[in-house]
């Protein structure tokens, strides 16, 4: 212990206990662990630069980094998607989800930005769906109260109700309404289903997709029956 040339490198990754000694005895294993001979004295090696000398917790970030780069481009698109839905659904901080997956700073957060684009662009079309259908339905009822004041007043006859004889040549129009509507409905489904299977969304970001879709039906549904009163049906 009284040797000048000892050094406790205490802090030092490679300094640890020898496993062939019973009484606790540190070394260096530098050589032993990576092959490569430490080249220097044990004092001009503690806690210099460009040194073997590194610490613990320099040492695992040192290896993370490492192990970062062997993934870089090699992730599977099972972590990909968990790694987004723990950030974009389950709100965990980018750097916890990185610790947990192994991903790079710059990997997770082009991952998120995607995935936030793409989810954007589905609800910005679901918006302009339902946009599209109110303005059809405010169209419909402005025309009918228009039909209804050029009508003239007819006595009821107790057997059925009036005939709308100006909604009967208005076929065309209702299936031009009908098959759009139809149309939407088919892209909300697709939307929905990509949703679903992306599992970015939250519980209540999927209600308000099915309470759009429900309008829609229920819609299409309210265009038949006029339809069919029209008709004479």
């Given at each position: 212990m009284g040797n000048e040339h000892y050094v406790r490198c205490d802090g030092c990754y490679y300094w640890k206990v020898s496993s062939y000694s019973n009484k606790g005895m540190h070394f260096c294993?530098?050589?032993?662990?990576?092959?490569?001979?430490?080249?220097?004295?044990?004092?001009?090696?503690?806690?210099?630069?460009?040194?073997?000398?590194?610490?613990?917790?320099?040492?695992?970030?040192?290896?993370?980094?490492?192990?970062?780069?062997?993934?870089?481009?090699n992730y599977d698109a099972g972590t990909k998607e968990a790694a987004v839905k723990a950030v974009l659904v389950d709100k965990e901080p980018q750097s916890i989800v990185r610790e947990r997956f192994c991903i790079a700073p710059s990997t997770l957060a082009r991952w998120v930005a995607d995935a936030k684009k793409e989810q954007k662009i589905y609800f910005d079309y679901a918006e302009k769906v339902e946009a599209e259908q109110s303005r059809a339905e405010q169209s419909r009822a402005e025309q009918s109260r228009a039909e209804q004041s050029r009508a003239p007043s007819a006595p009821k006859s107790g057997k059925e109700d009036a005939k709308l004889p100006a909604e009967k040549d208005s076929g065309d129009m209702y299936d031009e309404i009908a098959d759009g509507l139809c149309n939407a409905v088919s892209d909300i489904e697709g939307i929905m289903r990509k949703l679903e299977k992306l599992e970015i969304v939250s519980e209540g970001e999927k209600q308000v997709l099915e309470r759009l879709f429900a309008r829609v039906n229920g819609f299409i549904l309210g265009l038949d029956y006029r339809r069919g009163r029209a008709d004479g049906k």
């Open positions: 294993h530098y050589c032993y662990l990576t092959g490569i001979p430490r080249g220097i004295s044990p004092k001009d090696c503690y806690k210099k630069t460009n040194t073997p000398y590194i610490t613990t917790e320099n040492y695992k970030k040192q290896e993370k980094g490492k192990k970062e780069m062997a993934n870089m481009g």
